[in-house]
């Protein structure tokens, strides 16, 4: 969802996004109040449209730098971020050990990965390396794939386990984050890989 990207698929979220350009920064903060306090307690797929309208208005009100003004006041469950001021919003990648969780804000790391609690850290760490070796085979170079004979058979494979994995992320480990953050999202793609949301089930 670059803004300089002219993909048809960034120019779509970028036509989808005037409706919040339209609005002035109080109706933008007050939106973006509402929108949060639906999505309290909640694990969400970075897929679901709620989401999807919430990035949208939440990259305006980053740009606008609308949390700053302090318009409005938080939900009574969300602590200001760190890392832009917004309310904390995290957002849980495949990338988890390398760049912690991620402020579905500003994209900068909202939590650095030594900083998540040591119960949740410990089960999204070993799920990380997991996630790693299976998203490895989509960047496996012409030496790699000879070597494991059918590559074809083996990112079939490895697509499987991605959406396992996922799907483990979102329906086990994502909710565990819940008692430390008001909501979370976790990420149910990979692009590499060919997993679409919908492969992605419980």
């Known amino acids: 969802m670059a803004a300089s990207s002219n993909a048809p698929l960034d120019l779509l979220w970028k036509e989808y996004s005037f409706v919040f350009a339209e609005f002035d920064d109080l109706t933008l903060a007050r939106w973006s109040v509402q929108t949060l306090g ?12 709620l989401v999807g309208s919430y990035r949208l208005a939440a990259q305006l009100a980053h740009d606008r730098q609308v949390w700053l003004k302090r318009l409005v006041q938080f939900p009574p469950d969300y602590v200001e971020a760190p890392c832009c001021r917004a309310p904390m919003l995290p957002l849980l990648t495949r990338d988890v050990r390398p760049e912690g969780l991620i402020c579905l804000h500003c994209n900068a790391t909202l939590v650095p990965f030594e900083e998540i609690p040591a119960a949740p850290r410990r089960a999204l760490g070993n799920w990380a390396d997991q996630y790693a070796s299976v ?31 996922l799907a483990q992320a979102g329906w086990k480990l994502a909710p565990e984050l819940l008692e430390f953050y008001a909501a979370v999202i976790w990420e149910d793609q990979d692009e590499c890989l060919e997993v679409r949301p919908e492969d992605v089930r419980r």
């Open 38 to 49: 639906q999505l309290t307690g909640k694990a969400w797929r970075f897929s679901h449209p």
């Open 135 to 165: 998203h490895a085979v989509a960047h496996m170079d012409d030496r790699q794939r000879k070597a494991v004979g059918d590559y074809d058979r083996a990112y079939e494979i490895a697509a499987g386990d991605a959406e396992r994995l």
